[in-house]
Structure formats: structure tokens, C-alpha cells
């Protein structure tokens, strides 16, 4: 009887003592988070709060720069001088200054034909131009289809000059750099660069040097890009929204008020003397071009940035390719940003209005805060709030604030107005990514100087044409994005949690983040093309 009565008092004493646990568990959670948890929190939120006001007087502040030109500015023609080149019947084309065109590539089969094509079509006295084409391939077949195509545009008379390395230091900044060393390059007066993907129409040389020549204190004449394939795929389209709001509002902006901008490192035009006095090509960031720029900029060059010049480009239709490229760009600024600041603070040749602007806007806000803030208040606060209804995130953060930024960005691209929504998720997405890569770039961590070349894909019909491979026999290692995915589950858990208790009703939008955190994480986004 007593090891009955034993038996049946045992699991009442282990329930009991298991309520006991949870019960203590409760009461430390309890105790912790209001001692630690919602204290942390609220700061959190107050920071990314300063940063989002920061975020939104720049975004403002830069459309109404814009917006006042378009209606009361005058026309660069009118602003600044600008004289076309005519021929001389005594001199002829010698009044033509001498122009160095330069396209580095590495391993473009698809598009070197028609870079180098465009190159030697530009519009511009056959004996005052050279066609610099600088391959840094590693694929020996590729360097002798190039070579082959050089060979042959320089059998047609056209000034082409082919060259080669026998390594990649510093990359494309590196390949740039030596080619300035030929003597034939020392002699030219401009210097233009394009990417491997780039074609420039033929009078592009027409409408960018008479700038440069009859301008003296300008150093960079930059031209906007035009994306020969943004319908390809929803995230290329979602590319273009994004590109089209940096050329329309933030180089214009800053080509109007500062005469300063970061160089595109293509589709633009050096004056020779300006790239020398800031000291050349440097391989010390992932964004030589802008680094190049800043230090162009301190010397007291100015920069011109002329909206209504477009040059067809490629953008990436591979997520893969994509992620390598906004690295880069978000890495390098990051890194260049720490290297930089305090020899831009020490600077005593531009004016301290203009050394705050580069400060605090061009790097502070636009490349350092503008990521951090959309991936920790809108990826992590929101759902973070959720769990912790105590912390409160204002509606004007919330709503009102990301509305207009939103509308702000979209207005540059009106035919894609609708697929707003997207651009969000994908951005809110990108800024996991994002914000990776500008901490690597501020601590100089391990993939600080990682450089992989943008994939370029060539005609875009190729894509459409070229059989589609299934996603089953990509690698699951190149597919699976281990981060988002495992984001978007916690988001989309938060999402669950706030429709059944919450009280903010923030599910809608955080279900939406899910599904995109989700989609992007297992590799269903841009094309998909057979691997080589």
C-alpha cells in the first residue's frame, strides 16, 4: 500500500515542481525585462528614431535641391560654358584636345564585343583619340577573342591600343593605373572610362569634353546610366527604382549645390591634370572611383554631373551577382569613410561648409546610416516590439516617415510606381546584406578588400531564349541564404505572435517581410541561367 500510494504522489510532486520552474522562469523573465530588456530596447529604438529624422532631412532636403532646380535652374549650356568643337581650316582637328578612352574588363565573353565597338565609334577626330582596352582576363580563350576584336578594330584605322598584366593587383583600380604609364596615355589631355558593359552613343565625347575644356575648374564631367535590360526580371526593375533615384536626386543634387559627387567609375570623363594632382588610382577600397573623387574633391577640383547624357549599361539579373555588387558598394564607402575622415577634417583647401557636407551627407547618412537603419528599425525594432509591447515605436516612424522617403525614391521611376511595395520588401531585404558589409567596411574585417566582378550577361534575349534551368540542380550551398531565411522565420513567428496578442497590429506588414526575408533566403528572385 505504501509504494502505491507512493506511485501516485510522485508525478503530482514533478508536475508540481515543473510549475514551480516555469513559474521562477516567469518571474526572473519578468524581472529581467523590465530591469534590462525594455530599458535596451527603448534606447535602441531612440537611436534608430535620431537616425531616421537624419535619414529623412537629407532624403528632403536633396528633392527639394532638385525640385527647385527643375523649376527655377537654368540650363548647364546656360550655367556654364559651352563651346562645340568646329574644324579649322588651318589647324584642322588639332584644336580637338587628345582624349584617352580606357575599358578595363576581366572574363567578358558576353559583352566586350559591344564595349569596345561603342568605344571606337565615339564621335571624335580619329587622330586625337586612343582606345585603351585593359584586360585583366585570366581565361586565355576570352584575352584572344578580345585581342582578336582590337586586332580588328585597329585594321579599320581606329587608334586601339591592347593591354595586358601579369597579375590583378589592385584589381580594376590597379589595371586603370597602369595604363596611364604608356606614353601615349601620358600625352592625352582627358581621360574617359568605361565598364565592360558600357555603350556610350557616339556624340558622347561632344557633349561631355567642351565642359572639361572650356570650364577650367572642373576635373569630372559625369553622365548618367541607362539600363539596357531593367525588364528582365522583378529585381531588376526593383535596380532600376533604386539607380534611378541616386542619379536623379543625389548626383544631381550634389552637382548642384557642392559641384561634388561620387564618381560612378564609369561613364565619365577625368580631366588628366585633376586625376594627377589628387594622386592617381589608389587600391586601398573596393570603391577606387569614389575614392578618387574625394581626393579630387579636397584638391578644390569641381565635378559636373549632366543628367540628360545616358549611357546603356547592364544591371545584374543574378541574386548572386547582385549580393557581390551592393558588398562592394556598401563595403568599400564604409571602409574609405574610415581611412579618410580625419584627413578630410584636416583639409585646409575647401571650405568647412563643404567638408561637412562630405562629412556628415555624402558618407555619414547616405552610405553608413541610410543601410543600418532600415535593416535594425524596420527588420529588428518592429519585431522586437511586438515581444515587448512596453517599448512603443511613434506612427510617424512607422508610417508617415517611410511613406514619404518611399515616394520620394519611387517618383524618379514613375512605370514602376506600382511595384512599390516590392521595392520595399526587397530593399528591407538588401539591407541585411547591407549592413553586413558597411560594418565589415568600418572594423576592416576579413572580406574588407573582396572584389568579385559583376557577372555581365550580354543581350538580355539570351536570357530569355537560353532553356531555364530548375532550382533543384543548383547547389543548395549557392542557393540557401542562411541569414535571411533564418530572419524571415523569426519575423514571420513575431507576425503570428502579434495577430494573436499584439496590440500595435504591425502583422501585415511583418507577414509581408517574412515571405520576402523567405523568398530571397531560398533563392527565388532575378533570373536563372545554366551555369558554364
Given at each position: 500500500?505504501?509504494k502505491?500510494?507512493?506511485?501516485?504522489?510522485?508525478?503530482?510532486?514533478?508536475?508540481?515542481a515543473?510549475?514551480?520552474?516555469a513559474?521562477?522562469?516567469?518571474?526572473?523573465?519578468?524581472?529581467?525585462?523590465?530591469?534590462?530588456?525594455?530599458?535596451?530596447?527603448r534606447?535602441f529604438?531612440?537611436?534608430?528614431?535620431?537616425?531616421?529624422i537624419?535619414?529623412?532631412?537629407?532624403?528632403?532636403?536633396?528633392?527639394?535641391v532638385?525640385a527647385?532646380?527643375?523649376?527655377?535652374g537654368k540650363?548647364?549650356?546656360?550655367?556654364?560654358k559651352?563651346?562645340?568643337?568646329?574644324d579649322?581650316?588651318?589647324?584642322?582637328?588639332?584644336?580637338?584636345?587628345?582624349?584617352?578612352?580606357?575599358?578595363p574588363?576581366?572574363?567578358?565573353?558576353?559583352?566586350?564585343q559591344l564595349?569596345?565597338?561603342?568605344?571606337?565609334?565615339?564621335s571624335?577626330?580619329?587622330?586625337?583619340?586612343?582606345?585603351q582596352?585593359?584586360?585583366?582576363?585570366?581565361?586565355?580563350l576570352?584575352?584572344?577573342m578580345v585581342?582578336?576584336?582590337?586586332?580588328?578594330?585597329?585594321?579599320k584605322?581606329?587608334?586601339?591600343?591592347y593591354q595586358?598584366?601579369d597579375?590583378?593587383?589592385?584589381?580594376?583600380a590597379?589595371?586603370?593605373?597602369?595604363?596611364?604609364?604608356h606614353?601615349?596615355?601620358?600625352?592625352?589631355?582627358y581621360?574617359v572610362i568605361f565598364?565592360?558593359?558600357?555603350?556610350?552613343?557616339?556624340?558622347?565625347?561632344?557633349?561631355?569634353?567642351?565642359?572639361?575644356?572650356?570650364?577650367?575648374e572642373?576635373?569630372?564631367?559625369?553622365?548618367?546610366?541607362?539600363?539596357v535590360?531593367?525588364?528582365?526580371?522583378?529585381?531588376?526593375?526593383?535596380?532600376?527604382?533604386?539607380?534611378?533615384?541616386?542619379?536623379?536626386?543625389?548626383?544631381?543634387s550634389?552637382?548642384?549645390t557642392?559641384?561634388?559627387?561620387?564618381?560612378?567609375g564609369?561613364?565619365?570623363?577625368?580631366?588628366?591634370?585633376?586625376?594627377?594632382?589628387?594622386?592617381?588610382?589608389?587600391?586601398?577600397?573596393?570603391?577606387?572611383?569614389?575614392?578618387?573623387?574625394?581626393?579630387a574633391?579636397?584638391k578644390?577640383?569641381k565635378?559636373?554631373?549632366?543628367?540628360?547624357?545616358?549611357?546603356?549599361?547592364?544591371?545584374?539579373?543574378?541574386?548572386?551577382?547582385?549580393r557581390?555588387?551592393?558588398?562592394?558598394?556598401s563595403?568599400?564607402?564604409?571602409n574609405?569613410?574610415?581611412?579618410?575622415v580625419?584627413?578630410i577634417?584636416?583639409?585646409?583647401?575647401?571650405?568647412?561648409?563643404?567638408?561637412?557636407y562630405v562629412?556628415?551627407?555624402?558618407?555619414?547618412?547616405?552610405?553608413?546610416v541610410?543601410?543600418?537603419?532600415?535593416?535594425?528599425?524596420?527588420?529588428?525594432?518592429i519585431?522586437?516590439?511586438?515581444?515587448?509591447?512596453?517599448?512603443?515605436?511613434?506612427?510617424?516612424?512607422?508610417?508617415?516617415?517611410?511613406?514619404?522617403?518611399?515616394?520620394?525614391?519611387?517618383?524618379g521611376?514613375?512605370?514602376?510606381?506600382?511595384?512599390?511595395?516590392?521595392?520595399?520588401?526587397f530593399?528591407?531585404v538588401?539591407?541585411?546584406?547591407?549592413?553586413?558589409a558597411?560594418?565589415?567596411?568600418?572594423?576592416?574585417?576579413?572580406?574588407?578588400n573582396?572584389?568579385?566582378?559583376?557577372?555581365?550577361?550580354?543581350?538580355?534575349?539570351?536570357?530569355?531564349e537560353?532553356?531555364?534551368?530548375?532550382?533543384?540542380?543548383?547547389?543548395?550551398?549557392e542557393?540557401?541564404?542562411?541569414?535571411?531565411?533564418?530572419?524571415?522565420?523569426?519575423?514571420?513567428?513575431c507576425?503570428?505572435?502579434?495577430?494573436?496578442?499584439?496590440?500595435?497590429?504591425?502583422?501585415?506588414?511583418?507577414y509581408?517581410q517574412?515571405?520576402?526575408?523567405?523568398?530571397m533566403?531560398?533563392?527565388?528572385?532575378?533570373?536563372q541561367?545554366?551555369?558554364?
Open positions: 500500500m505504501e502505491l500510494s507512493t506511485m501516485k504522489i510522485l508525478p503530482e510532486l514533478l508536475v508540481g515543473q510549475d514551480d520552474i513559474r521562477q522562469i516567469i518571474v526572473i523573465w519578468n524581472q529581467a525585462k523590465v530591469s534590462l530588456v525594455v530599458p535596451f530596447l534606447i529604438v531612440y537611436i534608430n528614431l535620431v537616425m531616421l537624419m535619414l529623412f532631412t537629407e532624403k528632403v532636403y536633396m528633392a527639394m532638385v527647385f532646380n527643375m523649376l527655377f540650363k548647364l549650356e546656360q550655367r556654364y559651352f563651346e562645340p568643337f568646329e579649322d581650316v588651318e589647324l584642322g582637328s588639332s584644336i580637338y584636345p587628345l582624349v584617352l578612352v580606357q575599358v574588363m576581366f572574363n567578358e565573353r558576353e559583352v566586350y564595349s569596345i565597338g561603342a568605344a571606337c565609334r565615339l571624335w577626330p580619329s587622330d586625337r583619340i586612343v582606345v582596352v585593359l584586360d585583366d582576363s585570366t581565361d586565355p576570352i584575352k584572344s585581342e582578336m576584336e582590337c586586332n580588328s578594330w585597329a585594321s584605322g581606329t587608334n586601339i591600343h595586358v598584366r597579375n590583378r593587383k589592385g584589381y580594376k590597379g589595371a586603370l593605373k597602369e595604363g596611364l604609364k606614353d601615349y596615355a601620358k600625352q592625352c589631355e581621360v565598364d565592360a558593359d558600357f555603350q556610350p552613343e557616339p556624340d558622347f565625347l561632344t557633349q561631355t569634353i567642351p565642359f572639361l575644356h572650356h570650364n577650367p572642373f576635373g569630372l564631367v559625369q553622365a548618367r546610366w541607362k539600363f535590360n531593367s525588364n528582365d526580371c522583378l529585381m531588376t526593375r526593383i535596380q532600376e527604382m533604386s539607380l534611378d533615384y541616386h542619379f536623379k536626386v543625389e548626383q544631381e550634389g552637382s548642384i557642392h559641384a561634388f559627387f561620387g564618381f560612378n564609369t561613364a565619365g570623363v577625368w580631366r588628366m591634370a585633376a586625376l594627377n594632382e589628387a594622386g592617381g588610382w589608389k587600391d586601398r577600397t573596393t570603391v577606387e572611383d569614389m575614392d578618387l573623387a574625394v581626393r574633391s579636397l578644390g577640383w565635378f559636373l554631373y549632366i543628367g540628360s547624357l545616358m549611357v546603356k549599361n547592364e544591371l545584374p539579373s543574378v541574386l548572386k551577382a547582385y557581390y555588387q551592393q558588398h562592394r558598394w563595403c568599400g564607402p564604409a574609405l569613410f574610415r581611412k579618410m580625419f584627413e577634417m584636416k583639409n585646409k583647401r575647401v571650405t568647412w561648409w563643404k567638408k561637412l562629412l556628415y551627407s555624402f558618407f555619414f547618412v547616405r552610405k553608413i541610410a543601410h543600418i537603419v532600415t535593416f535594425t528599425l524596420y527588420c529588428i525594432a519585431p522586437a516590439t511586438v515581444l515587448i509591447p512596453e517599448v512603443m515605436i511613434p506612427s510617424w516612424a512607422t508610417i508617415y516617415i517611410p511613406t514619404i522617403i518611399t515616394l520620394l525614391n519611387a517618383v521611376t514613375p512605370r514602376s510606381f506600382y511595384l512599390v511595395v516590392f521595392w520595399v520588401l530593399e528591407n538588401m539591407s541585411l546584406h547591407r549592413t553586413k558597411t560594418f565589415i567596411g568600418l572594423f576592416e574585417t576579413r572580406r574588407v573582396e572584389w568579385v566582378v559583376t557577372e555581365k550577361l550580354g543581350d538580355a534575349s539570351k536570357v530569355k537560353a532553356p531555364q534551368q530548375s532550382q533543384s540542380r543548383f547547389k543548395i550551398g542557393r540557401i541564404l542562411l541569414l535571411e531565411l533564418c530572419l524571415g522565420f523569426v519575423i514571420f513567428g507576425a503570428c505572435y502579434d495577430l494573436a496578442y499584439g496590440k500595435y497590429h504591425y502583422y501585415i506588414y511583418l509581408l517574412a515571405i520576402a526575408f523567405i523568398t533566403g531560398c533563392g527565388y528572385i532575378g533570373t541561367v545554366p551555369s558554364s
